[in-house]
């Protein structure tokens, strides 16, 4: 997978962020995103440790941000990395930062996002079925990204624990 080439180094246990943005991001936000990656991954500490840290892009939609630390990753260090993402909301109005969003991929194979309700509605209607492929942005490190639990199937996923299909009476 040419997306984990940044993280072969790190071994499985090594902590993941994903950071989804709502629309594919185009050439210009892409080096947006990645200057202000490059600035922040050097500054990064752990309760004053540097993390060793890295990042790769996906679909020009995802973030994935790896870090490990001998000290481990503090959640002030997890905030530092959430800074970054909000100053390029603030910056450049791209949002990373929207837990509501659901993301996976439509039929004709583009990747789109909605958020919970209207996810729900594609639910109901039968648009999104146990083989639609959703993405989890909620892995928590890079062993789930290489066991492909970043991008699954509904059916395999928490989405169809959450969000099963309503039956409507009439």
């Not at 990753?73 to 791209?94: A, P, Q, R, T």
């Not at 999104?128 to 062993?143: A, E, S, Y």
């Not at 290489?146 to 299909?165: I, K, L, M, Q, S």
Request: with cysteine; hydrophobic share 40%.
């Amino acid at each position: 997978m040419h997306h984990l080439k940044p993280f072969e180094d790190f071994p499985d246990d090594t902590r993941l962020w994903v950071y989804g943005f709502e629309a594919a991001l185009d050439d210009r936000m892409k080096n947006k995103v990645v200057d202000q990656l490059r600035r922040f991954l050097p500054e990064w500490r752990a309760h004053g440790v540097p993390v060793d840290g890295a990042y790769s892009m996906l679909h020009d939609r995802f973030v994935f941000l790896a870090g490990r630390c001998s000290d481990g990753i503090s959640g002030c260090s997890i905030d530092s990395s959430v800074k970054s993402f909000k100053e390029l909301k603030k910056k450049y109005d791209i949002d990373a930062l929207n837990r509501n969003l659901i993301f996976f991929r439509t039929v004709d194979g583009t990747i789109e996002s909605l958020g919970r309700v209207e996810f729900q509605a594609e639910v109901d209607a039968g648009r999104i079925t146990d083989t639609t492929v959703v993405f989890d942005p909620t892995i928590q490190t890079l062993g789930d990204l290489r066991e492909g639990r970043f991008d699954t199937t509904f059916g395999d996923c928490w989405h169809a624990r959450v969000f099963h299909a309503r039956k409507h009476t009439a």
